[in-house]
């Protein structure tokens, strides 16, 4: 309210203060008398002028979960106490909240050119690459663990030599969650397969050093993050390189992003056409040069360098001592053609 009547320090709400106590204090019959049907209205007049409409248009057209919470509690204030209503709106935020917190994300990192990686969902195809690179994000607990076993089963499954997971914005991970990642990366490597984990904060990292994973896993498979962008990524790939080595397989070591690869062929096209145009352009001249040269030496005219400053060849006629002036070559640089 002292906002709206145009306040403009924190002395103001003092000032209310006292005004209200000197109502109370010196004029209590008098307030006595004013009716509840205008303490409401103004109530009301007070409250819509407190809403800011355009962001409460905002959040009703973007976000779906806010729109939910704010359909409940205007529900809810038509019923029951307000006090009652901002319990309501709360609970519904926290549900939805854990709704949401409880979803699995995990990515396939494939390989988008020039030193950058992009996101794609798992599919039938994950995995079936020599190297496949796999992201975590958010917070990974209880509710994840069942989940996420199976996730990585499904991908081990298809036998990659090398599983890269990338954990750059994982800040925090249970106990049922690493018992779960290790039992399944566990039966991975006795079949012969490796894991890397990369892009490790410092408090990630010394949980998964102490945990069961650090048993299972080399001290190199477990990569901190760096300052750079997909650096730890970059040392994962670099490290599953050198586990791969030069074997020969009918699969292609990374997996491309079917979008970069069909620009990059469509850019290998055009360069070739372009090539290819430049090099006829170039032979139709050279043929056009050697033509004009054949038809000069037939008219009987002979061509000598002059060493004039401009660089140009004057074709002089022997027979009867006439100089043709007007027909020039560029053949500068030649000492004699």
């Known amino acids: 309210l002292n906002d709206l009547a145009g306040a403009r320090t924190r002395l103001s709400s003092v000032f ?5 106590t000197a109502i109370v204090l010196l004029a209590a019959p008098l307030a ?39 359909t409940v509690m205007l529900v809810a204030v038509l019923f029951v106490p307000i006090h009652w209503v901002v319990l309501a709106g709360l609970a519904m935020s926290v549900a939805l909240f854990l709704r949401r917190a409880s979803r699995l994300m995990i990515y396939e990192m ?10 794609r969902r798992i599919d039938d195809h994950t995995g079936r690459s020599a190297v496949t690179m796999l992201q975590l994000e958010g917070p990974l607990f209880f509710a994840h663990a069942e989940e996420l076993e199976e996730a990585l089963e499904g991908v081990f499954a298809r036998r990659p030599a090398v599983t890269i997971i990338r954990m750059r914005r994982t800040q925090q991970i249970d106990f049922s969650v690493l018992t779960a990642m290790s039992k399944v990366i566990e039966a991975y490597q006795s079949a012969g ?25 080399p001290a190199d498979a ?15 790939t670099q490290l599953a ?3 791969v080595g030069e074997a020969a397989e009918d699969r292609p070591l990374f997996r ?3 979008e970069t690869s069909a620009a990059e062929a469509t850019e290998r096209r055009s360069d070739e056409a372009t090539r290819e145009k430049r090099q006829n352009i170039k032979t139709s001249k050279r043929q056009n040069l050697e033509q004009r040269r054949e038809g000069v030496a037939g008219a009987g005219f002979t061509r000598r360098l002059c060493s004039n400053e401009t660089g140009f060849t004057r074709l002089t006629r022997l027979e009867g001592g006439l100089t043709d002036a007007g027909c020039h070559w560029r053949l500068a640089g030649r000492r004699e053609v």
């Open 193 to 217: 397969g490796r894991v890397i984990i990369c892009g490790l904060a410092p408090f990630m990292h010394r949980t998964l050093r102490d945990s069961r994973l650090g048993e299972l896993l």
């Open 256 to 258: 491309r992003d079917e």
């Open 110 to 119: 494939v390989d988008g050119g020039g030193g950058y990686f992009l996101e």
């Open 222 to 236: 477990l990569l901190r993050t760096t300052r750079e962008v997909f650096g730890s990524a970059h040392k994962a």
């Open 241 to 243: 390189r050198q586990i």
């Open 16 to 20: 209310a203060a006292v005004g209200v």
């Open 32 to 70: 006595e008398r004013i009716t509840a049907a205008a303490i409401a209205g103004l109530l009301c007049a007070t409250a819509i002028s407190m809403v800011d409409w355009r962001d409460f248009l905002l959040i009703l057209r973007q976000d779906r979960r806010d729109r939910i919470v704010v």
